[in-house]
Nanobody, 115 residues
Framework: QVQLVESGGGLVQPGGSLKLSCAAS????????MGWYRQAPGKQRELVAS???????NYADSVKGRFTISRDDAKNTVYLQMNSLKPEDTAVYYC?????????WGQGTQVTVSV
């Protein structure tokens, strides 16, 4: 089993920045991919960014150049640095982790971009 705990969400003005953190515990050595998804009201959950244990990184087109995913394997933590935030980035952000058999989700953290 793997547990994921997110932190770092909040309210920010357009153009501002936030950094999300996701700390993994449990059977973390089995994980090969971690990432961030988001879900806005009335919309489907979508991939924001992901990183694998071989260094492959993917971003949604809507966040390229503004968001950066990184990981600290010593701390079993993945981060999402979000810059130049827009109102359309408002959503609940979920941490996601995968091994060969299962997909794990965090509880979600709210990010609101508004004046």
């Amino acid at each position: 089993q793997v547990q994921l705990v997110e932190s770092g969400g909040g309210l920010v003005q357009p153009g501002g920045s936030l950094k999300l953190s996701c700390a993994a515990s449990g059977s973390v050595r089995s994980l090969y991919r971690m990432g961030w998804y988001r879900q806005a009201p009335g919309k489907q959950r979508e991939l924001v960014a992901s990183t694998t244990n071989t260094g492959v990184i993917n971003y949604a087109d809507s966040v390229k150049g503004r968001f950066t995913i990184s990981r600290d394997d010593a701390k079993n933590t993945v981060y999402l640095q979000m810059n130049s935030l827009k109102p359309e980035d408002t959503a609940v952000y979920y941490c996601n982790a995968r091994n060969v058999n299962l997909i794990y989700w965090g509880q979600g953290t709210q990010v609101t971009v508004s004046v």
